[in-house]
C-alpha cells in the first residue's frame, strides 16, 4: 500500500523540502532534502530523536514556522494539488478554517491562550461570536475529543484543567474544521502513562470515524505503530528510511532505524518507570 | 558580522586605563556601523565643538545687551534677540558649556557614587547589600526634578548645588545596574580563579569584575547625561537655575513670557536641548545594540 | 496572594517614614536661620518668632522634631503656608485634584496611542515600519516636554489661534452643562497633548516588548494554525496578553505624574499641584515644599503598593499559584 488515495493522487506531496535555519552565528539544517507523501485517510509516522528535524518538517510543510530567520528555503508542498508555500494569506487561512489541515502541540499549556476560556479558543476555531448553534457544537466536538461534561469545561481555564484534558481540548480545537488532515507533534510525550494510552485510542478512534489522514510525530516508534500505517523515519534533517509499519518494526534495513526499533522494544517491555525518555523541547 | 571589532573584555594585564581606551576605540568604530549610534555620535561631538570652541564662534558676548531688543531673527542675529538685547545665537553657543558640563559631571558624579554603592552591595551580598539597596529605593521614590526643586528650595540653586541635587536624584539607577552587574559576574570562574589565586578583594571588585561590567554602565551614563541636560534646563525655565550661568533653559523662562510675540526665544534654545538630549539618547541606543547584537538582528512580527 | 499583600505593606511603610526622614534631615541642614528656612521671604516678628519655635519644636533635638512631624502628619496637619496664609493640606487638596485631572486627559491620549504604536512595530513584519516607529519613540523620548508644550502653544493656539493659551478656563464662564464641558476640553486639550507627549513614548515602547515577548508563545502559533486573520489575533489573543506591564507602567505613571506636571502647569499656568510646588519654591516657602513633597512621596508609595497588587491580582501565574 503506498501513499495513493482513491483517486491516485496524494493528499498531502512534499518534494525535496529543504529548510536551513539561522541561530545564533551558525546554520542549523533543519530539514534536508525530505520527500514525503500522505494519502487521503492514510495515517503516517515520523519517528527520530530530538533534533532530527521532525518537528521543523511539519510546521514548515503547514507554514507555522515561528519568527526564526531562514538561511535556506526551497522544495514544493502541495496539498491536493495547491503548493502552500506560494498561495496567499486569505487562502491560506481558508484551507486552515474549513476541511483543510490542522495541527495540535506537545505542550497544551503553552499553546492555549491562559486568560482565555477553553471554549471560547475553540470556537474562534469555528467562526462567528457567540451564537447558540457555535456553543453547541463546541459540546459536541469536546464530547468527540472525549472530554467528560462538556457543558462545564467549555467555561474553564487551560490552567484549571490536567494535561490529558488539555489535549482533548486542543483536539477539538483542530477538529472543528472538519480537516482532511490532522499533525499532532509528540500528541502525547508530555502527559501521564495511562492518559497517554487514552488519548491514543482517542486519536485512533477519531482516524477510523471521520477518516482524516493523520501525521503523527514522536521519538516513540513504539506510539507510531499504535496508530499509523506507514512510517518515515528521520535523522538530522534527512529521511534515512520509509515503509509500512511492519515491515520496518520486522525488518529495519537502516541501522538507525534498527537502534529505534530496539529502543521502542525495551521501552514497551520494561513497566510503567521507562517512561518519556526524550521529551523533544523545541524541534 | 564582518568589520566589527571584537568586544571581549581585554585579556589580562595592561592596566585599567589602556582597557577602557581599547574599549572605548573599538566601541566607537562599531558605532559607526549602527545608524543611532552614529548619528548620536556625529551630534556630540558637534556640540563638543560648539562648547570648546564658543568664544570662536558666538559672534557676540552672551550677556551683552547691545543690540535691539526682541529682534527677529536676521543676518546680524541669527536667533534673534531676547528681551534685553541679548544675542540668542550667542547664548545657544555659551549654553552648551553649562549644559555639556552638567549632563557629563552629574553622570560621572552618579556614576562613582552609584557606582560604588553598587559595586559593594553586588560583591558582599548579606546585610550591606540590603541596606545599600533600601537607600538606593528610597532615593528612586520620589521623581527626579522633585528631588531636584527640594534641594533647590533648601539650599539655593548655584551650579555645583544643582549638579550635587541631580547625582541626589540619579545615582540608585547607576547603583541597581552595577549591583546586577556584579551578582551576575562574581559567579564567574574568572572570580573564583582569582579567589582562589588569593587576590586581595579590592583587586577582584576593581580589576577583575570592573572591566566586564562596564558596558551597559556606559549606556546608563549616557542616559544619565540626558537626563541631567533635561533637569538643569527644566529648572532654566522655571527661572530656578544658576543666574551666573548661561543655560538655554534659562532662554526658554524668558520666552515664556514673550512668547506671543518673540517666537525665536523658544524655538532655538529649545531645538538645542532636545538636540543634545536625542544626540545622547541615540549614542546610548547605538550602544545597547553593539553591547547586545541579539537584539538587534532578531526577526520581529507575526506571521500569516 | 494574602502574603504577598502583607509583605508588600510591610515594606511600605518604612519607606515612608525613611523618605520623610530624609527629607526632614535636609530640612535640617539648611545654614542660617532656621524660623526664616521655615517660613521663606516673610518678615518675622518676634513673638511670632517664638510661636512658630514652640510649635515646630526648633528647639529641641532632631529626632523629637521628626516624632512631631509624624504626629502632625497623622493628624493631618502639612503644615501651613506663611505665604499663602493657608494650611498647606487645604492648598495641596485645592490643587491636587487638577493636576490629576490633566494626567487622566494625558492618559486619554497616551495610552491607546502608546498601544497603537507598540502594537504595530511589534507586529509588523516589515523592519522598517519597525525601525521608523522605534526611531519615533526614541526622538518623542528625548524631546523636553516643556519645549514641546511652548511649541503647542506657539503653533496651535498662537499661531492658528484654535486653543488658549494657557489657564484652566476662560476668567469669567457662563456656560452650563454640555458647553461647561466642552470649553473646558478646549483649555485643556493642549496640556493634555503635551502630556501625553511626556508619558506616551514609555507607554509605546513597554507596549512593544510586551508584544514581542506574547508573539513567541505557543498559542500564538495555535491562533495561526486555527486560520485567524492577523486582526483577529491581534484582538483575540495579542492585546488581551500584552496588556499586563502596560498596566503596571502606566499606574506607576500615576503617581509620579508631579514629576512631568511642575513643567507643563508652568508652561499652560495650569493651577495644579506642580505649579504650586514651583511658586512656593521661587518664594522659599519651604513648609510648603516640605509638605507638598511629602504628599507627593505618600501619593507614589500608596499607588505604587495599589499597582502592585493589581497587577498581582490581574497576573495569572500569581493568581493561580
Same mark, same amino acid.
Given at each position: 500500500?503506498?501513499?495513493?488515495?482513491?483517486?491516485?493522487?496524494?493528499?498531502?506531496?512534499?518534494?525535496?523540502?529543504?529548510?536551513?535555519?539561522?541561530?545564533?552565528?551558525?546554520?542549523?539544517?533543519?530539514?534536508?532534502?525530505?520527500?514525503?507523501?500522505?494519502?487521503?485517510?492514510? &495515517?503516517?509516522?515520523?519517528?527520530?530523536?530530538?533534533? &532530527?528535524?521532525?518537528?521543523?518538517?511539519?510546521?514548515?510543510?503547514?507554514?507555522?514556522?515561528?519568527?526564526?530567520?531562514?538561511?535556506?528555503?526551497?522544495?514544493?508542498?502541495?496539498?491536493?494539488?495547491?503548493?502552500?508555500?506560494?498561495?496567499?494569506?486569505?487562502?491560506?487561512?481558508?484551507?486552515?478554517?474549513?476541511?483543510?489541515? /490542522?495541527?495540535?502541540?506537545?505542550?497544551?499549556?503553552?499553546?492555549?491562550?491562559?486568560?482565555?476560556?477553553?471554549?471560547?479558543?475553540?470556537?474562534?476555531?469555528?467562526?462567528?461570536?457567540?451564537?447558540?448553534?457555535?456553543?453547541?457544537?463546541?459540546?459536541?466536538?469536546?464530547?468527540?475529543?472525549?472530554?467528560? /461534561?462538556?457543558?462545564?469545561?467549555?467555561?474553564?481555564?487551560?490552567?484549571?484543567?490536567?494535561?490529558?484534558?488539555?489535549?482533548?481540548?486542543?483536539?477539538?480545537?483542530?477538529?472543528?474544521?472538519?480537516?482532511?488532515?490532522?499533525?499532532?507533534?509528540?500528541?502525547?510525550?508530555?502527559?501521564?502513562?495511562?492518559?497517554?494510552?487514552?488519548?491514543?485510542?482517542?486519536?485512533?478512534?477519531?482516524?477510523?470515524?471521520?477518516?482524516?489522514?493523520?501525521?503523527?510525530?514522536?521519538?516513540?516508534?513504539?506510539?507510531?505503530?499504535?496508530?499509523?500505517?506507514?512510517?518515515?523515519?528521520?535523522?538530522?534533517?534527512?529521511?534515512?528510511?520509509?515503509?509500512?509499519?511492519?515491515?520496518?518494526?520486522?525488518?529495519?534495513?537502516?541501522?538507525?532505524?534498527?537502534?529505534?526499533?530496539?529502543?521502542?522494544?525495551?521501552?514497551?517491555?520494561?513497566?510503567?518507570?521507562?517512561?518519556?525518555?526524550?521529551?523533544?523541547?523545541?524541534? | 558580522?564582518?568589520?566589527?571589532?571584537?568586544?571581549?573584555?581585554?585579556?589580562?594585564?595592561?592596566?585599567?586605563?589602556?582597557?577602557?581606551?581599547?574599549?572605548?576605540?573599538?566601541?566607537?568604530?562599531?558605532?559607526?556601523?549602527?545608524?543611532?549610534?552614529?548619528?548620536?555620535?556625529?551630534?556630540?561631538?558637534?556640540?563638543?565643538?560648539?562648547?570648546?570652541?564658543?568664544?570662536?564662534?558666538?559672534?557676540?558676548?552672551?550677556?551683552?545687551?547691545?543690540?535691539?531688543?526682541?529682534?527677529?531673527?536676521?543676518?546680524?542675529?541669527?536667533?534673534?534677540?531676547?528681551?534685553?538685547?541679548?544675542?540668542?545665537?550667542?547664548?545657544?553657543?555659551?549654553?552648551?558649556?553649562?549644559?555639556?558640563?552638567?549632563?557629563?559631571?552629574?553622570?560621572?558624579?552618579?556614576?562613582?557614587?552609584?557606582?560604588?554603592?553598587?559595586?559593594?552591595?553586588?560583591?558582599?551580598?548579606?546585610?550591606?547589600?540590603?541596606?545599600?539597596?533600601?537607600?538606593?529605593?528610597?532615593?528612586?521614590?520620589?521623581?527626579?526634578?522633585?528631588?531636584?526643586?527640594?534641594?533647590?528650595?533648601?539650599?539655593?540653586?548655584?551650579?555645583?548645588?544643582?549638579?550635587?541635587?541631580?547625582?541626589?536624584?540619579?545615582?540608585?539607577?547607576?547603583?541597581?545596574?552595577?549591583?546586577?552587574?556584579?551578582?551576575?559576574?562574581?559567579?564567574?570562574?574568572?572570580?573564583?580563579?582569582?579567589?582562589?589565586?588569593?587576590?586581595?578583594?579590592?583587586?577582584?571588585?576593581?580589576?577583575?569584575?570592573?572591566?566586564?561590567?562596564?558596558?551597559?554602565?556606559?549606556?546608563?551614563?549616557?542616559?544619565?547625561?540626558?537626563?541631567?541636560?533635561?533637569?538643569?534646563?527644566?529648572?532654566?525655565?522655571?527661572?530656578?537655575?544658576?543666574?551666573?550661568?548661561?543655560?538655554?533653559?534659562?532662554?526658554?523662562?524668558?520666552?515664556?513670557?514673550?512668547?506671543?510675540?518673540?517666537?525665536?526665544?523658544?524655538?532655538?534654545?529649545?531645538?538645542?536641548?532636545?538636540?543634545?538630549?536625542?544626540?545622547?539618547?541615540?549614542?546610548?541606543?547605538?550602544?545597547?545594540?553593539?553591547?547586545?547584537?541579539?537584539?538587534?538582528?532578531?526577526?520581529?512580527?507575526?506571521?500569516? | 496572594?494574602?502574603?504577598?499583600?502583607?509583605?508588600?505593606?510591610?515594606?511600605?511603610?518604612?519607606?515612608?517614614?525613611?523618605?520623610?526622614?530624609?527629607?526632614?534631615?535636609?530640612?535640617?541642614?539648611?545654614?542660617?536661620?532656621?524660623?526664616?528656612?521655615?517660613?521663606?521671604?516673610?518678615?518675622?516678628?518676634?513673638?511670632?518668632?517664638?510661636?512658630?519655635?514652640?510649635?515646630?519644636?526648633?528647639?529641641?533635638?532632631?529626632?523629637?522634631?521628626?516624632?512631631?512631624?509624624?504626629?502632625?502628619?497623622?493628624?493631618?496637619?502639612?503644615?501651613?503656608?506663611?505665604?499663602?496664609?493657608?494650611?498647606?493640606?487645604?492648598?495641596?487638596?485645592?490643587?491636587?485634584?487638577?493636576?490629576?485631572?490633566?494626567?487622566?486627559?494625558?492618559?486619554?491620549?497616551?495610552?491607546?496611542?502608546?498601544?497603537?504604536?507598540?502594537?504595530? &512595530?511589534?507586529?509588523?513584519?516589515?523592519?522598517?515600519?519597525?525601525?521608523?516607529?522605534? /526611531?519615533?519613540?526614541?526622538?518623542?523620548?528625548?524631546?523636553?516636554?516643556?519645549?514641546?508644550?511652548?511649541?503647542?502653544?506657539?503653533?496651535?493656539?498662537?499661531?492658528?489661534?484654535?486653543?488658549?493659551?494657557?489657564?484652566?478656563?476662560?476668567?469669567?464662564?457662563?456656560?452650563?452643562?454640555?458647553?461647561?464641558?466642552?470649553?473646558?476640553?478646549?483649555?485643556?486639550?493642549?496640556?493634555?497633548?503635551?502630556?501625553?507627549?511626556?508619558?506616551?513614548?514609555?507607554?509605546?515602547?513597554?507596549?512593544?516588548?510586551?508584544?514581542?515577548?506574547?508573539?513567541?508563545?505557543?498559542?500564538?502559533?495555535?491562533?495561526?494554525?486555527?486560520?485567524?486573520?492577523?486582526?483577529?489575533?491581534?484582538?483575540?489573543?495579542?492585546?488581551?496578553?500584552?496588556?499586563?506591564?502596560?498596566?503596571?507602567?502606566?499606574?506607576?505613571?500615576?503617581?509620579?505624574?508631579?514629576?512631568?506636571?511642575?513643567?507643563?502647569?508652568?508652561?499652560?499656568?495650569?493651577?495644579?499641584?506642580?505649579?504650586?510646588?514651583?511658586?512656593?519654591?521661587?518664594?522659599?516657602?519651604?513648609?510648603?515644599?516640605?509638605?507638598?513633597?511629602?504628599?507627593?512621596?505618600?501619593?507614589?508609595?500608596?499607588?505604587?503598593?495599589?499597582?502592585?497588587?493589581?497587577?498581582?491580582?490581574?497576573?495569572?501565574?500569581?493568581?493561580?499559584?
Amino acid at each position: 500500500m503506498s501513499a495513493a488515495s482513491v483517486d491516485g493522487a496524494p493528499l498531502l506531496d512534499v518534494r525535496n523540502l529543504v529548510v536551513h535555519l539561522r541561530v545564533g552565528g551558525a546554520v542549523v539544517r533543519a530539514v534536508d532534502g525530505v520527500d514525503f507523501s500522505v494519502g487521503e485517510g492514510e &495515517s503516517i509516522g515520523v519517528v527520530g530523536e530530538s533534533g &532530527s528535524g521532525k518537528s521543523t518538517l511539519v510546521r514548515a510543510i503547514l507554514q507555522l514556522l515561528p519568527n526564526v530567520e531562514l538561511a535556506a528555503s526551497q522544495g514544493e508542498v502541495n496539498f491536493r494539488g495547491i503548493d502552500l508555500a506560494n498561495i496567499s494569506g486569505p487562502a491560506l487561512r481558508r484551507l486552515r478554517r474549513d476541511h483543510g489541515f /490542522s495541527m495540535i502541540f506537545q505542550d497544551p499549556l503553552g499553546y492555549l491562550n491562559p486568560t482565555k476560556r477553553v471554549g471560547a479558543q475553540v470556537a474562534e476555531a469555528i467562526g462567528e461570536k457567540n451564537s447558540t448553534p457555535v456553543v453547541d457544537r463546541v459540546q459536541r466536538l469536546f464530547a468527540e475529543a472525549g472530554l467528560p /461534561s462538556p457543558s462545564q469545561v467549555v467555561r474553564r481555564y487551560p490552567h484549571e484543567l490536567s494535561g490529558g484534558m488539555r489535549q482533548r481540548v486542543m483536539i477539538a480545537m483542530a477538529l472543528a474544521s472538519e480537516p482532511a488532515l490532522l499533525v499532532a507533534d509528540e500528541p502525547t510525550t508530555a502527559l501521564d502513562a495511562t492518559v497517554q494510552l487514552q488519548v491514543l485510542e482517542t486519536l485512533r478512534r477519531l482516524h477510523r470515524d471521520r477518516k482524516m489522514a493523520m501525521v503523527i510525530i514522536s521519538h516513540d516508534l513504539g506510539v507510531i505503530a499504535e496508530l499509523c500505517d506507514r512510517v518515515y523515519v528521520m535523522r538530522a534533517g534527512k529521511i534515512v528510511e520509509s515503509g509500512e509499519i511492519l515491515e520496518v518494526f520486522e525488518s529495519p534495513k537502516h541501522a538507525y532505524t534498527a537502534q529505534l526499533v530496539a529502543l521502542s522494544k525495551r521501552r514497551n517491555a520494561a513497566p510503567a518507570s521507562s517512561d518519556a525518555i526524550e521529551h523533544g523541547a523545541g524541534q | 558580522m564582518n568589520g566589527m571589532a571584537t568586544l571581549e573584555p581585554p585579556s589580562a594585564d595592561p592596566g585599567l586605563l589602556v582597557r577602557a581606551w581599547r574599549y572605548l576605540r573599538a566601541a566607537i568604530g562599531n558605532l559607526a556601523h549602527t545608524r543611532h549610534g552614529a548619528v548620536g555620535c556625529v551630534i556630540l561631538l558637534l556640540l563638543a565643538f560648539v562648547a570648546v570652541f564658543a568664544p570662536s564662534i558666538a559672534p557676540y558676548a552672551p550677556l551683552q545687551q547691545a543690540q535691539a531688543s526682541l529682534a527677529p531673527p536676521s543676518l546680524e542675529n541669527f536667533f534673534g534677540t531676547d528681551n534685553l538685547g541679548r544675542d540668542i545665537f550667542s547664548l545657544v553657543i555659551y549654553g552648551t558649556r553649562t549644559s555639556l558640563a552638567i549632563g557629563l559631571g552629574a553622570a560621572f558624579g552618579a556614576l562613582i557614587l552609584g557606582g560604588t554603592v553598587g559595586m559593594l552591595a553586588g560583591y558582599f551580598r548579606g546585610a550591606v547589600e540590603s541596606i545599600l539597596m533600601r537607600v538606593a529605593e528610597l532615593f528612586q521614590t520620589l521623581p527626579v526634578i522633585v528631588v531636584v526643586l527640594l534641594t533647590v528650595a533648601l539650599f539655593g540653586s548655584s551650579f555645583w548645588l544643582l549638579l550635587a541635587a541631580v547625582v541626589l536624584a540619579i545615582w540608585p539607577v547607576e547603583a541597581r545596574l552595577v549591583y546586577s552587574q556584579y551578582i551576575k559576574l562574581r559567579g564567574m570562574d574568572f572570580v573564583a580563579a582569582a579567589k582562589v589565586a588569593d587576590l586581595s578583594t579590592a583587586h577582584i571588585m576593581l580589576r577583575e569584575i570592573l572591566p566586564s561590567a562596564i558596558p551597559p554602565v556606559i549606556v546608563q551614563v549616557a542616559l544619565d547625561a540626558s537626563v541631567a541636560i533635561l533637569i538643569e534646563a527644566g529648572l532654566g525655565f522655571l527661572g530656578l537655575s544658576d543666574p551666573n550661568m548661561v543655560s538655554w533653559g534659562q532662554i526658554l523662562h524668558v520666552a515664556q513670557d514673550y512668547m506671543t510675540v518673540a517666537w525665536w526665544t523658544s524655538l532655538f534654545p529649545g531645538a538645542a536641548i532636545c538636540l543634545a538630549v536625542v544626540g545622547l539618547n541615540l549614542f546610548a541606543d547605538g550602544l545597547s545594540e553593539i553591547a547586545d547584537p541579539r537584539l538587534a538582528g532578531r526577526m520581529g512580527g507575526l506571521q500569516p | 496572594m494574602l502574603r504577598f499583600v502583607f509583605f508588600r505593606l510591610l515594606h511600605a511603610i518604612p519607606l515612608l517614614i525613611a523618605v520623610v526622614f530624609v527629607i526632614l534631615l535636609m530640612l535640617q541642614l539648611i545654614p542660617g536661620d532656621p524660623v526664616q528656612a521655615m517660613v521663606g521671604d516673610f518678615p518675622v516678628s518676634p513673638d511670632f518668632r517664638a510661636a512658630i519655635t514652640k510649635q515646630y519644636h526648633l528647639d529641641d533635638p532632631f529626632l523629637v522634631r521628626v516624632y512631631s512631624y509624624f504626629v502632625n502628619l497623622l493628624h493631618g496637619d502639612f503644615g501651613y503656608s506663611y505665604q499663602f496664609q493657608r494650611p498647606v493640606l487645604d492648598l495641596i487638596v485645592e490643587t491636587a485634584p487638577r493636576t490629576i485631572v490633566l494626567t487622566l486627559a494625558g492618559f486619554l491620549v497616551a495610552i491607546p496611542l502608546g498601544v497603537a504604536i507598540g502594537v504595530i &512595530s511589534g507586529t509588523t513584519r516589515n523592519k522598517r515600519v519597525d525601525r521608523f516607529w522605534t /526611531s519615533a519613540t526614541l526622538i518623542a523620548y528625548a524631546i523636553p516636554t516643556f519645549w514641546f508644550g511652548q511649541l503647542l502653544v506657539l503653533v496651535l493656539a498662537v499661531h492658528f489661534g484654535w486653543f488658549p493659551t494657557q489657564g484652566m478656563g476662560p476668567l469669567v464662564s457662563r456656560a452650563h452643562g454640555l458647553s461647561w464641558l466642552l470649553e473646558r476640553a478646549h483649555y485643556i486639550a493642549l496640556p493634555a497633548l503635551a502630556f501625553a507627549a511626556y508619558e506616551g513614548p514609555r507607554f509605546a515602547r513597554i507596549m512593544r516588548v510586551s508584544v514581542t515577548d506574547t508573539l513567541g508563545q505557543g498559542y500564538i502559533i495555535t491562533a495561526r494554525a486555527k486560520g485567524l486573520t492577523r486582526w483577529a489575533i491581534i484582538r483575540g489573543h495579542v492585546l488581551r496578553n500584552s496588556s499586563l506591564p502596560l498596566v503596571t507602567v502606566v499606574g506607576y505613571a500615576l503617581g509620579s505624574a508631579l514629576g512631568g506636571a511642575v513643567l507643563l502647569e508652568t508652561v499652560f499656568t495650569w493651577p495644579g499641584l506642580g505649579l504650586l510646588l514651583v511658586q512656593a519654591v521661587r518664594v522659599r516657602d519651604n513648609m510648603t515644599v516640605v509638605g507638598i513633597v511629602i504628599f507627593a512621596a505618600l501619593a507614589i508609595i500608596v499607588i505604587n503598593l495599589l499597582v502592585d497588587l493589581l497587577y498581582a491580582a490581574l497576573d495569572p501565574r500569581i493568581r493561580n499559584s
